[in-house]
């Protein structure tokens, strides 16, 4: 879907969401469990720029992370972040022991490889610094050289642009063990209304691998009143909305999948939410 | 007549030349000039105390900008801004000079008045600039005529307030004592993207409360790759500040180092820190720059070795399933071309990098010449039109890479040119003449593919590129193929036509 850039972000496809916040992790992905994404297949709905999708295939030992997103502008965009994230990134011939006056002195792993001994020792991701691709412009990425490579980032993560709601991308076939939303349940909800809602629950669970994990962050209904004067239809739709956040648990576990685990409230103000973790069990 | 009292010289590594000795004689102010300079000033004197406004921080930054103009690493920097300052018996500078020349000011745009300029400096840096009209002639100035001034009269003129002959303690400063006193920082929060902010930022992160108008020296924001050299760069989030004294580099450094520290350790600056504020010395950030570009090098050197054993980047073909690496077999099946989505950040398969073209040949040469590929029978073919998307050649150079609006367009080229074998005379030549099968300058054209054409569109603008892959998604349908008289297609092969020998060459590719 080609959105034109000056109408209203009514699918919550806001343009340089996140180089106006602050951003040096996801602080939802640090409530996760370390091995949640460990040789995963991942599908991000609403990735927006890709941040937290090139997050968890850069440094959760992701297999495959796939960023799905409804507008085209912010997608294109996710492909260069996964470049800057690249051009950043430690080159993988390092050697274990840096010089003494190596800039970067503190061996600081990243999470998920604390607990993952038996990965090869991960690139550090943000070793260069961001100017370099500025100034000298982005690091070339090589093809993948064999299957573990394969797994890596940057070949591990790719995007798509789609109302996945409303239609499947090829991925889908070969289904995912986690799928993220952050940040987009109000969005679907408003747009689509409950229909919408329970189209994309039913969605989510239909490409899950039994055990898998839907990884959610609603949010709160008293946010809705201010997404929903941006746009008439949005406006229209809220009127007859009877679903609340309160019931997504239930309708999940209508649907086939456990009850929820509440793994914590992260952000600030308008942006506290809960980050909820359910299993598919039917 | 105001003699400069010298301060103590010392040695570079302990000078403190932020230890400014105040003026003991501040010039006197004419009772007309005076008043002239508060008309002009009115608004900057009734702002209030509340919240800044937008128009008080652009003040606020033209002052900053100003101060910067006027460091000791700016009279460093520029002799002439010194000899100017020389010239003038009480080290006065005119305002147009500063606007001219300073690297700060002069790329503004549009450029500041030096009305505004003087509000600005009278509202914000009064302390630390003296400004006054002009009373000296321009036109008496060393370095006048060089460049054009518009106002030989009604101009100002600004000057340090506090001297103390910064100019003899820095003199003999090599670029070593400045590099020292440089760092690289990154992760600015977004408020703070611009050099002013830079400046306003840095000096709330200083350990002393109250720093010295000039603690800050320099402020650089990194060029971008594809800047020109009068383009103003844009703040991305990182810089290069230089300080006048080691212990603020220090001690900045230690507090924002490189791999960050978790939170705790400094309160002020609480939003750098949620932006990942980090800092380098910038001797390890140009070591780090050097290992950035030898491992681009060896980069570009492993694709180029690896071209023909190149794996389908997964974006580019969607149907896949697990991407393992593939080798295609010698003399398979042509593979199906590739899709383009609009999600594709280029056209795939429109690329044909052709050599042996005239070296002072140019673009429309080369395109009346290409265009043959899409005539029959002296007929330009209807779908041939526009085929060409776009020529990139330079002159000099012996090849050239043919964007082509679609895939087809591309194979069609291809074999064109592998079937008919032909070479350009001159840089004029745009029919091309026949060249004998085993003719070494005829053209070689191929198809560029996997990585090489993935590095050839990544230096290409994106606007370009979207116009591209929009242009090959309008195209690409089958229906635009079936436009083609049979005979063309016949002649020149459909695109999915068995057995195209794929070339595998070695190319050694320039980093």
């Known amino acids: ?282 | 007549m105001f003699p400069f009292i010298p301060r103590k010289v010392s040695r570079p590594t302990k000078a403190s030349i932020s230890q400014q000795q105040p003026h003991p004689a501040v010039a006197q102010k004419e009772p007309a000039e005076m008043q002239r300079v508060n008309e002009l000033s009115v608004a900057a004197d009734t702002k209030g105390k509340g919240k800044a406004t937008k128009s008080d921080l652009a003040e606020e930054d033209y002052a900053i900008l100003t101060i910067l103009s006027l460091s000791e690493h700016a009279l460093w920097a520029d002799p002439e801004l010194r000899r100017t300052m020389d010239f003038n018996a009480e080290g006065y500078i005119p305002l147009s000079y500063l606007l001219h020349h300073s690297p700060y000011l002069s790329k503004l745009s549009p450029l500041p008045s030096e009305v505004s300029l003087v509000k600005a400096i009278r509202a914000h840096a009064g302390d630390h600039l003296d400004v006054r009209v002009l009373v000296s002639a321009p036109s008496r100035a060393p370095w006048y005529g060089r460049t054009a001034v518009k106002e030989d009269s009604g101009g100002f003129e600004v000057r340090r307030k506090s001297e103390g002959c910064p100019v003899h303690v820095v003199e003999n400063w090599s670029r070593h004592d400045w590099d020292a006193r440089t760092i690289y920082m990154e992760c600015i929060p977004p408020h703070h993207r611009s050099i002013p902010g830079i400046w306003r930022l840095t000096r709330t992160l200083l350990s002393s409360s109250s720093p010295s108008t000039w603690a800050v020296q320099v402020i650089t924001l990194p060029p971008h790759h594809q800047d020109k050299e009068t383009d103003q760069p844009k703040c991305k989030g990182f810089a290069l500040v230089t300080f006048a004294e080691l212990e603020d580099v220090t001690y900045i450094l230690g507090h924002w180092p490189w791999d960050r520290q978790p939170a705790g350790q400094d309160l002020d600056g609480e939003e750098a820190f949620k932006y990942g504020f980090r800092t380098l010395s910038k001797p390890k950030w140009q070591a780090l720059n050097e290992e950035y570009l030898s491992y681009r090098k060896r980069l570009l050197e492993e694709i180029a070795e690896n071209e023909d054993e190149e794996v389908p980047t997964p974006r580019e073909t969607h149907a896949e399933r697990e991407p393992t690496p593939q080798q295609d077999g010698p003399d398979t099946s042509h593979p199906a071309l590739p899709n383009v989505t609009l999600s594709s950040p280029y056209p795939p398969g429109c690329l044909v990098f052709v050599r042996n073209v005239h070296p002072e040949t140019n673009k429309t040469t080369l395109r009346t010449l290409f265009s043959q590929a899409y005539v029959l029978d002296s007929v330009s073919l209807e779908a041939g039109a526009d085929a060409l998307d776009y020529v990139d050649f330079n002159k000099g150079m012996d090849t050239c890479y043919l964007r082509l609006a679609t895939p087809q367009h591309a194979q069609i080229l291809v074999d064109y040119l592998q079937s008919n074998r032909k070479k350009q005379t001159s840089g004029l030549d745009s029919k091309g003449a026949e060249a004998p099968p085993a003719d070494k300058k005829s053209f070689a054209a191929e198809l560029v593919e996997g990585t090489r054409e993935e590095l050839y569109w990544a230096k290409v603008p994106e606007k370009v590129r979207r116009q591209a892959v929009e242009k090959a998604l309008a195209r690409s349908s089958s229906d635009s193929w079936s436009e083609l008289p049979a005979k063309a297609v016949a002649l020149h092969g459909a695109p999915d036509s068995g057995e195209r020998k794929r070339k595998r060459k070695r190319r050694k590719r320039d980093a």
């Open chain 1, 1 to 282: 879907m080609n959105i034109s850039s000056n109408t209203q972000p009514i699918h919550g496809n806001y343009r340089g969401y996140y180089t106006k916040r602050p951003f040096v992790h996801d602080p939802r992905l640090t409530l996760l469990p370390t091995s949640i994404f460990k040789d995963a297949r991942v599908l991000d709905v609403g990735c927006n720029e890709g941040w937290v999708t090139c997050e968890i295939a850069q440094s959760w030992g992701a297999r495959r992370v796939i960023g799905v997103d409804i507008d085209d502008t912010l997608v294109r965009a996710a492909w260069k972040r996964r470049r800057t994230v690249w051009s950043q990134q430690e080159p993988a011939t390092h050697e274990a022991t840096p010089a003494d006056d190596h800039p970067s002195k503190g061996k600081k792993r990243k999470k998920c490889s604390e607990e993952c001994h038996e990965f090869p020792r991960i690139p550090r991701p943000e070793y260069f610094p961001a100017s370099c691709e500025h100034m000298f412009s982005p690091l070339p990425i090589p093809a993948a050289r064999s299957p573990e490579d394969a797994h890596t980032f940057p070949h591990n993560v790719m995007f798509y642009t789609a109302d996945w709601v409303n239609h499947d991308i090829p991925e889908d076939a070969n289904q995912y063990d986690v799928v993220v939303a952050f940040s987009i349940s109000k969005w679907i909800h408003l747009n689509g209304g409950d229909e919408g809602l329970r189209c994309f629950f039913h969605r989510v669970h239909s490409v899950l691998l039994p055990g898998g994990k839907f990884v959610l962050e609603p949010q709160e209904w008293e946010t809705y009143a201010k997404a929903r004067r941006m746009d008439a239809k949005l406006k229209e739709n809220a009127k007859s909305l009877q679903l609340r956040p309160e019931d997504f648990e239930r309708v999940l576990s209508e649907i086939g999948f456990g009850p929820a685990q509440h793994v914590g409230i992260t952000g600030e103000g308008g942006f506290r939410r809960p980050v909820d973790i359910y299993v598919k069990t039917g």
